[in-house]
């Protein structure tokens, strides 16, 4: 996926999580990509929940915009009542997939060993998995910030050719952030996107860290976006209740391009 997929490109991604039928998805996705259409500063993606992913995916034919998944099962078929693979990701048209979320990690019990794997089922199904870390509230308040940063880059990206983790993104969402209108400061922002790139020279191999795009993600909106897209750590983001409406996720796209 090297030829579309430059450098540390600026990218804006919506999760809807568990938010919006096929209906209505291919009707929010209409009206984003009828906003979003001709720029091409900033590549962006939308993550429907999986049942309106091929609906998604045909509202959004030649607007040039992503269409991505907010999970997947690491092995490639199976036994796994409820699960979809990363093959089926393809097949419906995903490009992208978010990994590791704190909805996951925290909710559903997701270890790092997961994501670690899913990251590598990711690779394998020719996804460009966007890897979500982030520390808790009380982690941060316990000056641990840096060190949960570390072991969750760590685990995912550890023997991963440089090459490969390139491919891939990473999106620093601070748990006490998300969906909870409280967005970190840019400079908290571009602190932990600091410590996230240089894991990655320490782990994946020197250089890795400036050529890994990384996104913020939590309680991002029209307002906040500028002032975390004027660091020059944050890469664009990974954004949740702004992106389930057309005019305030194409302001924060403007915003990044
Ligand atoms: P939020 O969610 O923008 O609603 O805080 C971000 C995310 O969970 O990815």
Redesign the pocket.
Known sequence: MSEIWPRRPRLVAG?W?MHRTSAEGAALSGEIAALVRGQKACAVALCPPFPAIEAVGRSLRDSGIHLGAQNMHPEPQGAFTGEVSGSMLRGAGCRFV?LG???RRHGMGETDDVVARKLRAALRDGLTAIV?VGETLSEREGGQTAEVLVRQVRTAYDGLPPGTARQTVI?Y?PVW?????R?ATPEQASEAHRVIRATLDRVVGAGTGAEVALLY?????PGNAPALFAEDEVDG???????LEAASFWRIVAAAS
Request: charged share 10%; net charge negative; with cysteine.
């Open positions: 999760n999580k978010i979320h704190s909805e979500c999106a969402e952030a998300i969906g909870t209108g967005v993600g939590g309680s991002v909106n983001a990974l954004v949740g209740g702004a992106s």
